[in-house]
């Protein structure tokens, strides 16, 4: 099981390059890591998964360093529609039991203006 | 949309009465999973399937709560004799195996209130 460790929460404003790190020091072989947003009242939405180096789409960016014990979510200029609760997972990419995607408390980012 | 679809989004029971919440998945995702989440904490997984098998059901808080697939399609998660305790919103994902990362989609989620 690969446990994830995050900050809890994180200030920052509007149009700033936002980082969050995920530390998962047991990652195994096959584990990919990825990261939901989720808003109040809403399911996760997925943001971006990796498994090693970086990893971008329209979203986001993930680095993932040589060790894969941890990785970075960033997200370039946020807006104040960013604030949310970010979660890291990591699983295996074929076998699914009930320590896999397991979730933490997530990090609650707040833009302010 | 052909995202993960849930039904219904609210809803308000009594104590001890059953409730039924409805997960219609990604068509052509074969793996549905069942998560509940209380507020200010991540989702909690419950139970999940592959096709119609039910491959984890352990992490169902209690004999209460049960689950089906019965055609592989979509999922029916049931809590009998509700207590307050069950508050919570009940949240339905799918994933498709074989999937490099195996990505799980999230419904919007069904919120039950139990007075």
């Known amino acids: 099981l690969a446990k994830t460790t995050q900050p809890i929460s994180m200030d920052s404003y509007e149009g700033q390059e936002v980082n969050i790190t995920c530390s998962h020091n047991n990652i195994a072989t096959n584990d990919y890591i990825t990261w939901y947003q989720q808003f109040p009242s809403q399911g996760p939405r997925f943001i971006i998964q990796g498994y090693k180096t970086k990893v971008t789409n329209e979203v986001a960016s993930l680095f993932i360093p040589a060790d894969r014990k941890s990785s970075t979510l960033s997200l370039p200029r946020v807006s104040l529609s960013d604030t949310a609760v970010y979660y890291c997972l990591v699983g295996d990419i074929e076998v699914y039991n009930n320590n896999d995607m397991r979730f933490g408390a997530g990090t609650r980012l707040t833009v302010k203006p | 949309d052909t995202g993960v679809s849930q039904d219904p989004r609210h809803k308000i029971t009594k104590r001890g009465q059953n409730v039924t919440f409805r997960c219609d998945p990604i068509s052509e995702h074969n793996r549905l999973y069942w998560y509940r989440q209380t507020l200010g904490q991540g989702p909690e997984f419950l139970t999940y399937f592959q096709n119609e098998a039910q491959l984890e059901k352990s992490r169902l808080l209690s004999d209460r709560f049960s689950a089906e697939r019965p055609k592989g399609s979509f999922s029916t998660l049931e809590i009998q004799r509700t207590e307050q305790g069950d508050s919570a919103m009940y949240l339905c994902?799918?994933?498709?195996?074989?999937?490099?990362?195996?990505?799980?989609?999230f419904g919007e989620g069904s919120w039950l209130t139990v007075v």
């Open positions: 994902a799918s994933s498709s195996q074989g999937e490099a990362g195996n990505t799980i989609y």
